[in-house]
């Protein structure tokens, strides 16, 4: 069982900043690809940021160069540094990992966070 648990949310002026973190736990060999997601009220769930094992990365068009995702694999620790936040941020962010259980792996496996709440309001 793997569980991932975000925190950092919370409530910021826009222009602030705020670093949203996700921590995975569980039977994970490796880490194939994290995600970041979000969904604001009454619309749909949108990719924000990804990064790949081999580093690369992408961003929605609304965040680039506002935001960066990074991992520290090492400690199976997922980043969202969020900059120069504005009102349309405000939304639940989920972070995503896809992962193989173990070195025989042949399935790749999606574990979902429970989200946090930023709210970007002055």
């Known amino acids: 069982q793997v569980q991932l648990v975000e925190s950092g949310g919370g409530l910021v002026q826009p222009g602030g900043s705020l670093r949203l973190s996700c921590a995975a736990s569980?039977?994970?060999?490796?880490?194939?690809?994290v995600n970041w997601y979000r969904q604001a009220p009454a619309k749909q769930r949108e990719l924000v940021a990804g990064i790949s094992s081999g580093g690369g990365t992408n961003y929605a068009d609304s965040v680039k160069g506002r935001f960066t995702i990074s991992t520290d694999n090492a400690k199976k620790m997922q980043y969202l540094q969020m900059n120069s936040l504005k009102p349309e941020d405000t939304a639940v962010y989920y972070c995503?990992?896809?992962?193989?259980?173990?070195?025989?792996?042949?399935?790749?496996?999606?574990?979902w966070g429970q989200g946090t709440l930023v709210t970007v309001s002055s």
């Open positions: 569980g039977t994970i060999f490796s880490i194939n690809a």
């Open positions: 995503k990992i896809s992962y193989y259980s173990s070195y025989y792996s042949t399935n790749r496996l999606d574990a």
